[in-house]
């Protein structure tokens, strides 16, 4: 149904990829007296860490293009009919709700998909928290954590570019990086409630990212070069790909490694049993709940979490033990970072990277 009053749009919005009733695990009734705008309740199953999402986006939006706050992110996309701009947030009913903006109306569905997959409201939380909590160690985090989600992708092939500008960095020296990248090469959209400009395109970035990135020349080539393979179709990279498949073509790149093309399956395809046993994050968060906390050992225990390690790994960066950085400690600017092109992240955790380069 759709009606129009003075701009006013009034819409209901069935499940998944469809439109329909509202009924089911999807869509429910949008309404909003905001010319050009949309507002949808999403439902969802519960319980749902959506704050520890929020937490997330925050400590990793890139200026420009999105904005995060402690109940809300926002941010620009490119979409087949234009730009678009959605905002998720909790509503004072505790509902989670999101406010779209779009050039076409025939992207509300595959815009809500994305806003979906990257708050993983699709999960079924008590099936999670029941198989972790059967793991004594993990029992009092599930407990003060329930329904913790799996953040996932707004858009794949930005996952892949922020994915490797991430590697062996600190998670604020990247986001700088990214919004440096933005700032420079990201194409204009009328200003909105603190965003301005869309991620660039893999074009862009191909043909310019070398004049904006900073550190070792191998690891600048090869996020050009899988650009450049993005942007011509060589490499295709979608929430759809098979895992297999798509882990074996990430590994042909130069420059991507066990890590990073691990950490692209669990966020562009959702998999929900991906682990990242040498994720320096990771390993700090195991050893905080006495678990192993080498790769090799650690691997072995996460598989009896299977086929939930990528929630495992969600509890395990949020366990790392906050550090107060000293007052006159000086970070590493991200230009210094080692010239290995692809290593264990140390971005998962601000607090643990930003004591690894001190000490480094």
């Not at 469809?18 to 705008?37: C, K, N, Y």
């Not at 006495?290 to 969600?314: E, I, K, N």
Request: aromatic share 4%.
């Amino acid at each position: 149904r759709r009606s129009v009053r003075g701009g006013a749009v009034s819409r209901a919005v069935g499940a998944g990829s469809g439109l329909g009733s509202g009924a089911g695990p999807g869509l429910g009734t949008v309404e909003t007296d905001v010319p050009g705008a949309l507002d949808l309740v999403l439902p969802h199953r519960g319980p749902l860490d959506i704050r520890g999402i929020f937490d997330w986006m925050a400590a990793r939006a890139v200026s420009g293009a999105e904005v995060a706050t402690p109940t809300s992110f926002a941010r620009t996309l490119r979409l087949d009919g234009g730009p678009a701009w959605f905002e998720v947030r909790l509503d004072d009913a505790g509902r989670v709700r999101l406010r779209v903006r779009l050039t076409q109306l025939r992207d509300l569905s595959p815009l809500v998909t994305r806003v979906r997959r990257l708050f993983d409201l699709d999960a079924d939380p008590v099936a999670v928290d029941a198989a972790l909590r059967a793991h004594s160690p993990l029992a009092a985090r599930v407990a003060a954590l329930p329904g913790i989600r799996v953040p996932g992708a707004a858009d794949p092939h930005e996952m892949l570019i922020r994915a490797m500008v991430g590697q062996q960095i600190s998670v604020a020296a990247a986001t700088t990086a990214l919004t440096a990248l933005t700032e420079a090469l990201g194409e204009r959209v009328e200003p909105h409630a603190g965003t301005d400009r869309l991620f660039p395109t893999m074009a862009a970035i191909a043909e310019r990212g070398a004049d904006v990135l900073r550190g070792p020349g191998a690891r600048i080539r090869a996020i050009t070069g899988a650009a450049a393979a993005l942007a011509s179709g060589e490499l295709t990279l979608t929430s759809a790909d098979d895992g297999v498949a798509q882990r074996a073509a990430l590994l042909a790149r130069p420059g991507i490694g066990p890590w990073t093309a691990d950490y692209v399956r669990m966020r562009v395809l959702g998999d929900p049993d991906v682990s990242l046993p040498g994720d320096v994050a990771v390993r700090a968060g195991a050893a905080a709940l006495g678990l192993p906390s080498d790769p090799r050992g650690f691997d072995a225990w996460a598989a009896g979490v299977a086929p939930w390690r990528s929630y495992l790994m969600t509890h395990l960066w949020r366990a790392v033990p906050p550090r107060p950085a000293p007052a006159s400690r000086r970070v590493r600017p991200a230009a210094a970072a080692p010239a290995a092109v692809d290593a264990p992240s140390i971005a998962e955790s601000p607090s643990v990277a930003e004591s690894l380069e001190e000490s480094s």
